[in-house]
């Protein structure tokens, strides 16, 4: 069964750079008819979208992000990393990967999503 | 981006009662709509796809509808286990985007 689990640092300082890995068991994360996508949720609010892999390894990332924000895949190790630079305490969330279903009937839901990892910004 | 904007923000029911939550669009979205349910310290899972696909596993009491622009999540009968926030999410464009979220509690 497929799992996704994200690791990160917990505590960022203002203006460094966060980084996340998910890590993908019980599938490859380069398998056709899938996408990732990183989604956030900062204290008390609704979901944000951040980005998405594609299984052919490009990226599309959020207009409000985009100057900060580089997702990449390791397909060796079965992982994609988010990369946040510059970081805010704005940026201060719970951070998600979730698999993105990539099939006409699917319609991009996200149907396998980690447990989520803290990330605060503070100094 | 399309936005997507979810009524009412919170709402209080029985158990037993018949609960909708609605999804606007702010274009056409087809039915690039979908349905999550979170619970307190937990990440969201998937309810409903395409506008109306039951996720595997989910109870039979959620169902959702709609086309275009408007959409709606019904609870056939609310259970206390589904004391959650419920959110829409669009993926017809990039960015995907989602609603604020419905808090649905017990009264």
């Known amino acids: 069964q497929l799992q996704v689990q994200e690791v990160g640092p917990g505590l960022v300082k203002p203006s460094e750079t966060l980084s996340l890995i998910c890590n993908v068991s019980g599938g490859s994360i380069s398998s056709n008819g899938q996408y990732w996508d990183w989604i956030r949720q900062p204290p008390g609010k609704g979901l944000e979208y951040i980005g998405t892999l594609y299984h052919d390894g490009s990226s599309y990332y959020s207009p409000s992000l985009w100057s900060r924000l580089t997702i990449s895949a390791d397909t060796s190790k079965n992982q994609m990393t988010l990369k946040l630079g510059s970081v805010t305490a704005a940026d201060t969330a719970v951070y998600y990967c979730?698999?993105?279903?990539?099939?006409?009937?699917?319609?991009?839901?996200?149907?396998?999503w980690g447990q989520g990892t803290t990330v605060s910004v503070s100094s | 981006d399309i936005q997507v904007t979810q009524s009412p923000s919170s709402l209080s029911a029985s158990v037993g009662d018949r609960v909708t939550i609605s999804c606007r669009a702010s274009?056409?979205?087809?039915?690039?709509l979908n349905w999550y349910q979170q619970k307190p310290g937990k990440a969201p899972d998937l309810l409903i796809y395409a506008a109306s696909s039951l996720q595997s596993g989910v109870p039979s009491r959620f169902s959702g509808s709609g086309s275009g622009t408007d959409f709606t999540l019904t609870i056939s009968r609310l259970q206390r286990e589904d004391i959650a926030t419920y959110s829409c999410?669009?993926?017809?464009?990039?960015?995907?985007?989602f609603g604020g979220g419905t808090t649905v509690e017990i009264k």
């Open positions: 979730a698999r993105r279903l990539a099939t006409p009937l699917g319609a991009g839901a996200l149907d396998i």
């Open positions: 999410h669009q993926t017809y464009s990039n960015p995907p985007t």
């Open positions: 274009h056409n979205i087809s039915t690039f």
